[in-house]
């Protein structure tokens, strides 16, 4: 399992949401810095289940990195979304033991919730 996984679920629709394009990159200048410069560490597409089955390579993760995952929301919505995409800024803090980070997405057209997941 890749350190960082991603799913979205479609409340709008009450269904996973299939098909949506993901960008994860890493913080490669101080968050302090304007703007912050982002490097691409993969790329995915969700499955069925609406999750990131496999990243386009792999990567490690190190305490203290900032990551931002990017959801392509305006294709999977056909243009009528009022997000034409989603960004999610996190970092990683391993001080709290966990080696695996899951950023769930909560989408509809009008809105969108995310947490850390488990």
């Known amino acids: 399992m890749a350190p960082i996984?991603?799913?979205?679920?479609?409340?709008?629709s009450g269904a996973p949401a299939a098909s949506v394009n993901v960008t994860l990159s890493l913080l490669s200048t101080p968050a302090a810095s304007c703007p912050p410069k982002y490097v691409e560490v993969g790329t995915?597409?969700?499955?069925?289940?609406?999750?990131?089955?496999?990243w386009s390579?792999?990567?490690?993760?190190e305490d203290g990195q900032v990551y931002k995952l990017?959801?392509?929301?305006w294709d999977y919505y056909k243009g009528k979304t009022f997000f034409p995409y989603v960004e999610?800024?996190?970092v990683i803090n391993m001080t709290d033991g966990r080696d695996h980070?899951?950023?769930?997405?909560l989408?509809?057209?009008?809105s969108y919730s995310t947490y850390r997941g488990s």
């Open 5 to 12: 996984t991603c799913h979205i679920l479609d409340t709008a």
């Open 107 to 110: 989408l509809a057209p009008w």
């Open 101 to 105: 980070y899951h950023v769930p997405l």
């Open 70 to 73: 990017r959801f392509e929301t």
């Open 88 to 90: 999610v800024p996190f």
């Open 44 to 54: 995915g597409v969700t499955n069925k289940d609406g999750r990131i089955a496999e």
């Open 57 to 61: 390579s792999n990567f490690t993760i």
